[in-house]
Nanobody, 119 residues
Framework: QVQLVESGGGSVQAGGSLRLSCGAS????????MGWFRQAPGKEREFVAR????????YYAYSVKGRFTISRDNAKNTVYLQMNSLKPEDTAVYYC????????????WGQGTQVTVSS
């Protein structure tokens, strides 16, 4: 069983930055990719960014491209999400998840970390 724990959320003003971390513990096994998702109040959870473990290939939602950067530290089993130029519409609970195989659903969801951006 793999557990994912997010941290680094908080409250910032528009234009500010935050760095989220997602640490994996437990029976860790090699994963194909790790992803960040977010869910705002009253909205469905949406994809934010993804990174493959082996080659570090990154993919971003259009709404965050150019502002957010996903990275990973394989030795620490940790994935990061650097968020710059934050906007009020980025306010949400941010979750990380694991993709075991290419094309598989994401799973092993963390508990989430709240990000609040004020105008």
């Amino acid at each position: 069983q793999v557990q994912l724990v997010e941290s680094g959320g908080g409250s910032v003003q528009a234009g500010g930055s935050l760095r989220l971390s997602c640490g994996a513990s437990g029976r860790t096994v090699s994963s194909y990719a790790m992803g960040w998702f977010r869910q705002a109040p009253g909205k469905e959870r949406e994809f934010v960014a993804r990174i493959t473990w082996s080659r570090g290939r990154t993919y971003y939602a259009y709404s965050v491209k150019g502002r957010f950067t996903i990275s990973r530290d394989n030795a620490k089993n940790t994935v990061y999400l650097q968020m710059n130029s934050l906007k009020p519409e980025d306010t949400a609970v941010y979750y990380c998840a694991r993709q075991v195989l290419a094309g598989a659903d994401f799973g092993s969801w963390g508990q989430g970390t709240q990000v609040t951006v004020s105008s």
